[in-house]
């Protein structure tokens, strides 16, 4: 069994994700001369700034709040989805993180690329694989390429095992043919060789 970890930009409050059986960090927010967390703010008075012509900003959980969410879960593999590093600090941050503790190599960082209504669905998938103990071809069998014809987008994925021997698995979901009207599935399984790295492209 793993813990799952993520950020507020899943769009879960930390009580949540504690219902879900998940760890959720709240982004912290800067509104005029007011700080709070993400999710966890007094909205009136959020809303009162704004109308006094504030915008917010937002950033990375506090680093030390990732390293006790790993060190809470010491002893467990650990999963930290994380939201898009381009939009944020907060991928690097949970990365920076995992070099910092004991169990760095029971923490695999995710960098979701995406935010909110994706990052979501990202989370809420992980979870729904964990809660069905399903492994990761089966897990793709329930997706499909991008459903935006006539380009059919592949979708890639990946998986990282983790045992007395590192193993990841990638894969890539294709058209089978012009119209969509089916979908190809290649699953390709490595062992861990250190400086040796693999990568799937869509072209």
């Not at 769009?11 to 993400?38: C, H, N, Y």
Request: charged fraction near 20%; aromatic fraction near 10%.
């Amino acid at each position: 069994m793993y813990q799952i970890i993520t950020d507020t930009s899943a769009l879960f409050t930390p009580e949540q994700g504690k219902a879900m059986g998940i760890e959720v960090l709240p982004l912290s927010v800067t509104i005029g001369d007011w700080e709070g967390r993400d999710l966890l703010m007094d909205m009136p008075k959020f809303y009162g700034y704004i109308k006094d012509g504030h915008l917010p900003q937002s950033s990375q959980p506090p680093i030390g709040e990732v390293i006790d969410a790993y060190e809470k879960h010491s002893g467990k593999k650990i999963i930290n989805i994380a939201m898009a590093d381009g939009l944020s600090g907060t991928y690097q941050s949970a990365a920076g993180a995992a070099e910092a503790v004991d169990n760095s190599e029971d923490i695999v960082v995710i960098n979701t690329k995406t935010l909110c209504g994706p990052h979501r669905y990202i989370v809420q998938k992980a979870v729904k694989m964990q809660q069905e103990g399903k492994s990761f071809e089966e897990a793709l069998d329930t997706r499909c390429f991008e459903p935006d014809g006539p380009n059919w987008t592949p979708r890639i994925s990946g998986m990282f095992t983790f045992g007395e021997k590192l193993t990841y698995k990638m894969s890539i979901l294709k058209s089978a043919d012009p119209e969509g009207s089916a979908c190809n599935r290649f699953t390709f399984s490595y062992s861990a060789l250190s400086g040796l790295g693999h990568f799937i492209h869509t072209y």
